[in-house]
C-alpha cells in the first residue's frame, strides 16, 4: 500500500506519501520539490502496520491534505525512457485487447480486430506485425535515443480498435490519409512511408526528420526533429508543426533540448491517462 498526499496553500506547499512493506510502514514528507525528510516504522505484524498507516493517513486528509499523483520519476537515461513507454503500451495492448492494440504485438491472425481498416501484406503498416514480440539484440547501443529505438523497435503504431470513441480526450488521425484506424500515437522514421520522406526532402532549411504524423483534410500535422539543434549525443530538437508553416526556433539552446526517449514517455503517459478510461469501457462492450 502507497499513499501520497499534497497540502497547499498561500503560505506552504507541502507533501506527505506513506508505504506499507510488511510489518513496517515508511513516511516521507515536506515541502514539494524537494526530498523531504524520511521515517520508518515496525511493528509486530502486517495488521498493525497497515492498522497505524489508516490512521495517519486520516489525520493527514483532516489537516487538509490532499490525495494526489506522485511526481514521475524518470529512467536514468532516455534510452531507458524509451523501454518504460514500450512497456507502459505493452500492458495496455494485453489489457484492453478489444479497444486498442499494437500493431508490432499484433500477429497476421489477430489484426482481423481492425475491421473497419483491414490489412494485407500490401498495406505499408504490415511489416510492422509482431516486430516487438521477438527484439533483436544489439552489439552496441546508439548513443540517440530516438536511433535506439529505431534499431531495438522499429516503429511504434498504437491503434483503436472499431467503435472505440476518443470523446475529445486525444487527437487521433488517420494513418494513411483517407480512412485508416484512428491512432494516438505512430512513431516511424521517413524512410517508412514515403509522404514522411516527401515532406522532409520538401523542408531544406531547416532539414526535418519525420518522428509523428497527423493526417487530416487541413493537412500533415504532426512532431519534427529540428536538427539545427542538437546534442553532442545526437539528441534533436522536437518541434510541432502544422501545414507547411515552420516554427519561429530561433534563439534556441541545445541545453533546451528534451531527449527524444523522455518526450516518448511523457506523450505515452500522458495518453495513457486520457484514454484509459474509455479503453475500459469499450473492452467491456
Keep these: 500500500m502507497s499513499q501520497y498526499l499534497e497540502y497547499r496553500d498561500e503560505k506552504s506547499a507541502k507533501f506527505w506519501t506513506i508505504e506499507v512493506q510488511g510489518n513496517s510502514h515508511t513516511v516521507r514528507y515536506g515541502r514539494i520539490g524537494t526530498d523531504g525528510r524520511t521515517s520508518t516504522k515496525e511493528f509486530d505484524s502486517e495488521e ?36 518504460l513507454a514500450v512497456a507502459h503500451l505493452t500492458e495496455l495492448h494485453n489489457a484492453y485487447p478489444h479497444a486498442n492494440l499494437i500493431m ?22 504490415w511489416s510492422r506485425l509482431g516486430r516487438w514480440l521477438e527484439l533483436p539484440e544489439l552489439d552496441e547501443v546508439p548513443e540517440s535515443s530516438f536511433d535506439y529505438m529505431i534499431e531495438r523497435y522499429g516503429t511504434l503504431s498504437w491503434y483503436l480498435v472499431e467503435d472505440v470513441e476518443s470523446e475529445g480526450a486525444v487527437y487521433t488521425f488517420r494513418s494513411n490519409g483517407h480512412a485508416g484506424p484512428s491512432s494516438p500515437l505512430e512513431i516511424l ?31 500533415c500535422n504532426g512532431w519534427a526533429f529540428d536538427t539545427r539543434f542538437a546534442t553532442e ?19 534556441q539552446e541545445t541545453d533546451e533540448i528534451q531527449p527524444y526517449g523522455y518526450w516518448l514517455l511523457k506523450e505515452v503517459t500522458t495518453l495513457s491517462e486520457q484514454l484509459r478510461p474509455v479503453l475500459q469501457q469499450a473492452n467491456q462492450g
Excluded at 508490432?104 to 503498416?125: G, N, W
Excluded at 549525443?233 to 534563439?251: A, K, M, N, T
Aim: net charge negative; hydrophobic share 30%.
Design 48 to 83: 498493525e502496520a497497515q492498522k497505524s498507516a489508516d490512521k495517519l493517513l486520516q489525520s493527514k486528509l483532516k489537516k487538509g491534505y490532499q490525495v494526489a499523483s506522485a511526481p514521475v520519476q524518470l529512467p536514468a537515461t532516455p534510452h531507458e525512457a524509451v523501454d
Design 189 to 219: 522514421p521517413a524512410e517508412t512511408y514515403p509522404l514522411l520522406e516527401d515532406i522532409a526532402d520538401y523542408r531544406d532549411e531547416p532539414d526535418y526528420l519525420k518522428i509523428q504524423i497527423f493526417m487530416s483534410d487541413e493537412g
Design 233 to 251: 549525443s545526437g539528441e534533436y530538437l522536437i518541434v510541432w508543426f502544422e501545414g507547411s508553416e515552420d516554427p519561429d526556433l530561433e534563439g
Design 104 to 125: 508490432e504485438l499484433t500477429t497476421a491472425d489477430e489484426v482481423d480486430r481492425l475491421e473497419h481498416y483491414p490489412l494485407d501484406e500490401k498495406s505499408f503498416q
